[in-house]
């Protein structure tokens, strides 16, 4: 998939200030703003989006608390 040039970026504009008005443009992208970041936050407290300081230190997202969950697959006729 090609990238998007300046004429499609412009016909997308265009498409949503028809669609949610001018008026509402700023609180989309607040709205947009505080996702990205609450994202991006929560992915940084797990750590799974921080980067690797050097090529000598390693960091896995792993938690301690393991969950163990068991499943078993029943029968009708075993309920």
Same mark, same amino acid.
């Given at each position: 998939?090609?990238? +998007?040039?300046?004429? !499609?970026? %412009? *016909?997308?504009? %265009? *498409?949503?200030?028809?669609?949610? /008005? #001018?008026?509402?443009?700023? &609180?989309?992208?607040?709205? +947009?703003?505080?996702?990205?970041?609450?994202?991006?936050? =929560?992915? =940084?407290? @797990? /750590?799974?989006? &921080?980067?690797? #300081? $050097? $090529?000598?230190?390693?960091?896995? /997202?792993?938690? @301690? !608390?393991?969950?163990? %969950? !068991?499943?078993? !697959?029943?029968? #009708? @006729?075993? *309920?």
């Amino acid at each position: 998939m090609g990238s +998007l040039g300046w004429q !499609e970026l %412009v *016909i997308v504009l %265009v *498409i949503v200030v028809i669609i949610f /008005g #001018a008026g509402k443009l700023p &609180e989309i992208g607040g709205a +947009l703003g505080k996702g990205i970041k609450e994202f991006k936050s =929560n992915a =940084n407290e @797990d /750590g799974i989006a &921080e980067p690797i #300081a $050097s $090529s000598t230190s390693t960091r896995t /997202g792993r938690r @301690d !608390e393991a969950t163990v %969950v !068991e499943t078993r !697959e029943m029968r #009708a @006729d075993e *309920i």
